[in-house]
């Protein structure tokens, strides 16, 4: 599977972003679907994640009231919507996508088979 992020931006403190991430190649909706992000000199961290098997959602405790990670099966693309954004969000915004992800590595960037190209998101104070 193919996967294409987009939405990312400048934009100030406090302020909203959308950024999509368009699958193509093969049927979405079986596919866990993440957003990490990875800011200037740091390793890849984990923001949210969408569980195929029963559709649950974990967070990051840092985004965790502020963010929100939806997921359109007819047009096989999942949403992050980032609200009430800081400074310390600013990163590279990467969704991720695996079919066999097992419960522990939900979080584990390698763990995860397919990757977008990232997006910017960059948050001025």
């Known amino acids: 599977v193919q996967l294409q992020a987009s939405g990312g931006g400048l934009v100030q403190a406090g302020g909203s972003l959308r950024l999509s991430c368009a699958a193509s190649?093969?049927?979405?909706?079986?596919?866990?679907m993440g957003w990490f992000r990875q800011a200037p000199g740091k390793e890849r961290e984990f923001v949210v994640v969408s569980r195929r098997i029963d559709g649950r959602t974990y967070y990051a405790d840092s985004v965790k009231g502020r963010f929100a990670i939806s997921r359109d099966n007819a047009k096989n693309t999942v949403y992050l919507q980032m609200n009430s954004l800081k400074p310390d969000d600013t990163a590279v915004y990467y969704c991720?996508?695996?079919?066999?992800?097992?419960?522990?590595?939900?979080?584990?960037?390698?763990?995860?088979?397919?990757w977008g190209q990232g997006t910017q998101v960059t948050v001025s104070s």
């Open positions: 190649g093969r049927t979405f909706s079986p596919y866990t």
């Open positions: 991720a996508a695996d079919s066999s992800i097992t419960m522990s590595e939900l979080t584990t960037p390698r763990a995860y088979d397919y």
